[in-house]
């Protein structure tokens, strides 16, 4: 792996504008992602050549960054160009198994008699189709991982890229609403699964799919909705897809909320497990999850804190980091590369920030 640390020369960047690479600052801490405007603190930085990029090469440890065994023109205008997942947070050996299965099913859909199409969605209401796409890919790969075989998996994806079809029904401007609801406004987004079930029912759909749709809101202690079901109670199916949509609407940005670094969503869920989801699905997504993504800053269990520079999908808790600084919170001069995968006596014992996450000022969680 080739890494440089170098200071950005003052002429690269401009207030205002652009900025060409990630900088860092010369703890370690990204400042500003790449594309992001520089701010006139930032060019501050700059110019007192305090300022860093890093620049390495993504080793085939975690391989290319979008959407695996998809060029773009391959998307072309499939609806998976708009999934926001991709191998930066989602294992790359899982992201390949899942994506041909999801493109099958998808165009299944599509063919299926008494489906109106994806559009029908997509125009009433943009968030959930969306939404429901980035659920399915999800669930998909929490699908793989317990062992589904390529039939089962069809039903799941396809039971989960309708899971949400129940809300064509709820105006769309209450879908939306950045305020509070009144209580006749959330019992009516509350109708969606048995509302969405019963559209679908009357077009002939299989079970597995159909029960994902009205069962999605139940909760493994029975808390959930629309029936309290329990346990076993819940369709498989649905057990896996209620614990896929709760990551994606925790992590995703609304016009009244910023969604929740992914790490941290990870971390609700897991809290949740055996009380609100089923624990084999909440492992699952636990181990699909890449936990520390590339240029997350990381505190190891040495005090030191660094950067995560490369991951490797076999041993998704390892991750290389480059220290940049020592555990009194000393710069590091030089290069000083922590292999986690070699080195067995460290570890993680805190992410201080994600890098899935535009800023996350002060966010600190233990492991
Ligand atoms: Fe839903």
Known sequence: MKLQIVPIQI???APGKPSPFDLFDQGGYLLLEKGQAVTAQVFDLAHKRKLYSVSY????LTGPKRLVGFKDSQLGESPLRHI????NLIRIDYLKQALP??????QELEKCHGFPGFSWLDNHDRHTYIHSLNVALLATIIGIYMGYGIKELAYLASGAVLHDWGKLLVPREILNKPSALSPEEFQLIKSHPVRGELVLRDEGWPDEVLRVIREHHERWGGQGYPNGLRESEIHPNAQIVAVADVFDALTEDRPYKVGLAPYHALEMILNGSGSSYAPEVVRALRSCVLLYPEHSTVTLSSGE???VIALDPVLPTRPVVRIMADRQGRPVRGEKIMDLRENRTLAVSAITFDSNRRSHPGFTSGI
Do not use: A, M, N, P
């Not at 090469?57 to 085939?60: A, F, N």
């Not at 926001?84 to 191998?87: P, V």
């Not at 299965?101 to 998808?106: A, D, E, H, M, T």
């Open 305 to 307: 804190t660094g950067v």
């Open 57 to 60: 090469e993504w080793s085939e």
């Open 84 to 87: 926001r997942y991709d191998s």
């Open 101 to 106: 299965i999801l493109v099958s099913s998808l």
């Open 11 to 13: 002429d690269t960047v």
